[in-house]
């Protein structure tokens, strides 16, 4: 401790301190300074316009298979200065587009790409200018739509999802309802509401008894009835005027809507349905009774962390031309193809699981793919049995960055060349970088184009020529931030060439799939297109056209089997004739 004479001896200053002193301070200004020149010299200059040429600039001068850890490392260096300027950098890159590098970083940071097509690129950007001005895109000769309300109000028809089923037939519409909230034993509006096609009255016709949740998850069209699948494990068959013929129960919680589909000999469609411990369980038509019961994964499998319900099931001839087949597709990423007495043909893991059914095609050629399917990263492969064995044929990505959740199933648009392979089609989710999703139409020669999304589209899209040009329109819902805040809806068309022709903000967001059908008792073939929001309530439009239907309903047909075959078969049955439509 310090004296008192340690205290008071008053302290010596060193001969040239006052020289030190000024020698630091100006050390240390001119250390700041120095300081300031290097940040104003990495930040001023380096913004999203020398992230774009510094990008470009690496793509030119490097390999093509070395393009994948050149973006990652131009990212890295880069990402600072347009993270919260991702539209600044597209503008800027959409000007030099003629160069391959400009499309390489479009595609990496907007996900949209068209290839070495400059004339697509130019309406791209013509496009996406008048719509951010909230204008309608531009359009050539015969690709405008026409929607005029069918209805003067929406019709009630309670809670929708992304699986829901909607399911018109014979001028009155069958809605699978959640009621006012989804999983809740309490809530006493599930069941199903019929809506008549003319009017757009609504009323229940079928109520679900029991213990659970009784939400109605899903409706496959019977001969002269329907099948009802309800969240609490039941099966109902019930006839047109909504009253029960039998009742079953599958098991644990539903979480897919019911495949229907001949499995004995007969003469009557049956159902199959897969509950909560993955398995897949197939009932008579006729009387309901448990026809067999297969188990998809190990026992006392971990099944939690996954959504309760999502459409797993698809129909077709994937094992041979003979036999119809049941494919079906696992969180966990289980995908089986079992026979009609449920006898497991071929099965194999993948480790990015599924959250869509399959979708099942007649090959085109002998050895062609039959099989197209999406993963949760956004990967779609295309499958053909090979001996013992299903192989992969082809995979493509639908998203560059696999962000984006792939929810939706995969759509085919038939060529009208014979023996030519469909193009295909598929919607992604929002990514947590980015909440939009994207379209993406992909061919067996690679990625055609994919063109983002206004919003994040969670549900399968509708395919019909709406605007009587002979070619394909695609109808994709969504939802989106809304500008005054919270989230609004969004329904976009687009045209085969991945070009936006109509963008529409509707009332409310919309997680189910769009709907084309003729469904108001007109008897003239005319489309309408039909969507439910999450507010509770089903929109008509009518389109005046009554073009060729690809895949007017989320499960492909009346059927839900995810048939492409199928699918336009029904969409071409005249009405009137629709309850007796069989799959061929």
């Known amino acids: 401790m310090p004296t008192a004479r340690h205290r008071a001896e008053p302290r010596r200053r060193p001969p040239d301190g006052g020289a030190s002193r000024a020698a630091l301070t100006l050390a240390a200004v001119g250390a700041i300074a120095a300081l300031g020149i290097a940040i104003w010299w990495l930040v001023r200059p ?37 993270a919260f300027r991702r539209e600044a950098l597209r503008d800027h890159l959409l000007e030099r587009v003629e160069s391959h590098g400009a499309r390489v970083l479009l595609s990496r940071v ?11 690129w130019r309406r791209f950007r013509n ?27 929406p019709a009630p028809v309670g809670l929708t999802a992304w699986f829901s089923t909607i399911l018109p037939l014979d001028g009155r519409i069958y809605v699978a309802s959640l009621g006012r909230a989804f999983d809740d034993p309490s809530d006493d509006a599930d069941g199903v509401v019929v809506v008549d096609g003319a009017s757009g009255r609504s009323e229940f016709l079928f109520v679900p008894e029991g213990r659970g949740a009784r939400d109605v998850i899903g409706l496959a069209a019977a001969p002269d009835g329907l099948f009802v699948a309800v969240r609490n494990g039941n099966v109902h068959r019930i006839s047109r005027d909504g009253v029960t013929q039998w009742t079953t129960s599958a098991g644990s919680s539903l979480i897919s809507p019911p495949l229907c589909l001949p499995l004995d000999r007969d003469d009557q469609p049956d159902v199959v349905v897969m ?10 038509g006729a009387n309901g ?25 698809a129909a077709g001839n994937v094992w041979s031309a003979t036999e119809l087949n049941i494919v ?22 993948y480790p990015t699981g599924f959250a869509a059914a399959a979708t099942c095609a007649p090959p085109v050629r002998d050895g062609g793919p039959t099989l197209y399917i999406a993963d949760r990263a956004g990967r779609v492969r295309s499958l053909a049995r090979s001996g013992r064995e299903v192989r992969e044929i ?11 959740g792939l929810f939706a199933g995969v759509r085919t648009i038939r060529s009208r060349e014979a023996g030519v392979a469909p193009l295909l089609v598929t919607a992604t989710g929002g990514g ?20 983002p999304l206004g919003g994040a589209a969670w549900a399968a899209p509708a395919i019909a020529d709406l605007s009587g040009d002979r070619r394909a329109d695609i109808v994709v819902l969504g939802r989106a931030p809304a500008p005054e805040g919270g989230e609004m809806g969004l329904l976009e068309i687009f045209n085969t060439d991945g070009h936006l022709v109509l963008a529409y903000r509707i009332a409310a967001p919309a997680d189910s799939a769009a709907v084309i059908a003729d469904v108001d008792g007109a008897r003239n073939g005319a489309l309408e297109l039909l969507w439910t929001d999450r507010d509770g309530h089903l929109y008509c439009y009518e389109t005046g056209q009554a073009g060729p239907v690809e895949w007017g309903l989320a499960g492909g047909d009346s059927r839900n089997s995810g048939n492409a075959g199928w699918a336009f078969s029904f969409g071409q049955r005249a009405f009137g004739d629709q309850w007796r439509w069989a799959p061929e």
């Open 46 to 82: 380096r913004g999203v316009d020398w992230a774009a040429e510094r990008g470009i600039a690496l793509l030119e001068s490097a390999p093509p298979e070395t393009h994948a850890a050149v973006l990652d490392a131009w990212e890295r260096e880069t990402g600072f200065t347009w």
């Open 110 to 120: 907007w996900r949209v790409d068209f290839g070495d097509r400059p004339d697509d």
């Open 127 to 153: 496009s996406l200018k008048r719509t951010e001005r909230r204008e309608q895109p531009p359009l050539v000769a015969g690709e405008r739509i026409r929607l005029i309300p069918r209805w003067e109000h």
């Open 275 to 284: 509950n909560a411990a993955h398995e897949v369980v197939a009932l008579s």
């Open 289 to 313: 009774r448990t026809l067999w019961k297969r188990g998809l994964l190990p026992r006392g499998a971990d099944t939690s962390g996954r959504p309760p319900v999502y459409p797993t099931l």
């Open 328 to 349: 079906a597709a696992t969180w966990s990423g289980q995908l089986a193809v079992l026979s009609p007495t449920g006898e497991v043909r071929w099965t194999a893991t």
């Open 394 to 404: 082809q995979a493509w990505e639908a998203d560059p960055t696999g962000q984006s």
């Open 432 to 451: 947590t970088s980015d909440p939009r999703g994207t379209l993406s139409g992909l061919g067996m020669d690679g990625l055609r184009w994919r063109a």
